[in-house]
Each structure stands twice: as structure tokens, then as C-alpha cells.
């Protein structure tokens, strides 16, 4: 199976657009779901650059750990 690492536009993006914390939550359980499901994942720098911006996105961010955002 194939797993997709996604880089810190896809989450920002989708924040600042279409799927925001309080409009598609659904959203964001979805990639917790596909994460425990070894989909998707992504790598810590893109951890770091998340929680540097101190917002909802940082919060979900920090709540996801190593299993989501994995180490080199």
C-alpha cells in the first residue's frame, strides 16, 4: 500500500481556504483516520513549521505526535 507524505502547504492551505477548523472538521479526523490507517503521514519539519504559527493549525498540529509526524 502506498503512503503519502504531505507537506506543510496541504495543511495550511486547506486551514486557509476551504477546510477550516470550524467550517470541515470532518476534515481533520479524516487525516487522523487515514494516518492510523498508514495513508498519509508527514515528516517533524513540517511539525516545526505548523507549531510556529500559533493558531488552531499548530494546535492540531502538536496533538498528532511522531505516529503522524514521523522522525528522520
Known sequence: MTRYLLDANVFIQ???LHYGFDFCPAFWDWLVVQNADGNVASIEKVADELNAGEDDL?????????????AP
Do not use: C, P, Q, Y
Open 14 to 16: 486547506a486551514k486557509n
Open 58 to 70: 499548530s494546535d492540531w498540529a502538536s496533538g498528532r505526535g511522531d505516529d503522524f509526524f514521523l
